[in-house]
């Protein structure tokens, strides 16, 4: 199974801050990766797919990038409502694995 | 718009079994798979299985293999996922969500159904 390790674990930044955070694949897995935000009581919701897709109706100042085994999910200019716990998942045809989540704060 | 309407919240004493459905609306839904993943309280997402609406074919996770059944009836545009042989530690939010052609992500999920399991 291939493991799905993100970084940090919690993250507090401020409004208009650039953030980053990373996810690391146990292997390759091309560009097969997705990011989905989840706020409390929510379910998730698809951000990006295939690594850096951003999905419809997402803003734009969430982008993703990397290949191989390495990814990042960026915020350019936080915004408030960008309080949530952020996932990655490596997925195929097969199976999908998730990453720990990652949970930001505002400060 | 595309909706997936999960059942309400239920309570099962161990060795129970439960079944949450999951109805879906506004597209094709022998056209989507439907997937299961659950999340325990304070913890990450966990796939499951999923089920192929139009064939009825389904792929489960090797954990969940003894113990989970999906299944689903196209008159109602409805999947089911049946957990048997309840713990304690079954206790989370399972969620019902599309998936996009073949691949095993989701662009969109049901609200989420809470099962607790408790003596």
Redesign the interface.
């Known amino acids: 199974d291939i493991q799905m390790t993100q970084s940090p674990s919690t993250l507090s930044a401020s409004v208009g801050d650039r953030v980053t955070i990373t996810c690391r694949a146990s292997q390759s897995i091309t560009i097969w990766l997705a990011w989905y935000q989840q706020k409390p009581g929510k379910a998730p919701k698809l951000l990006i797919s295939k690594a850096s897709t951003l999905e419809g109706g997402v803003p734009s100042r969430f982008s993703g990038s990397g290949s191989g085994t390495d990814f990042a999910l960026t915020i350019s200019s936080l915004q408030p409502d960008d309080s949530a716990t952020y996932y990655c998942q490596h997925y195929n045809s097969f199976s999908c694995s998730f990453g720990q989540g990652t949970k930001l704060e505002i400060k | 718009q595309v909706q997936l309407v999960q059942s309400g919240a239920e309570m099962r004493k161990p060795g129970a079994s439960v079944k949450v459905s999951c109805k879906a609306s506004g597209y094709t839904f022998t056209g989507y798979y439907i997937h299961w993943l659950r999340q325990a309280p304070g913890q990450?997402?966990?796939?499951m299985g999923r089920i192929n609406p139009n064939s009825g074919d389904t792929?489960y996770a090797q954990k969940f293999q003894a113990s989970i059944t999906v299944t689903r009836d196209t008159s109602i545009s409805t999947a089911f996922m049946e957990l048997r042989s309840l713990r304690s530690d079954d206790t989370a939010v399972y969620?019902c969500?599309r998936g996009?052609g073949?691949?095993?992500?989701?662009?969109d999920?049901?609200?989420?159904t809470l099962v607790t399991v408790s003596s």
């Open positions: 990450g997402l966990e796939w792929h969620y969500a996009l073949s691949w095993y992500y989701f662009d999920w049901g609200q989420g």
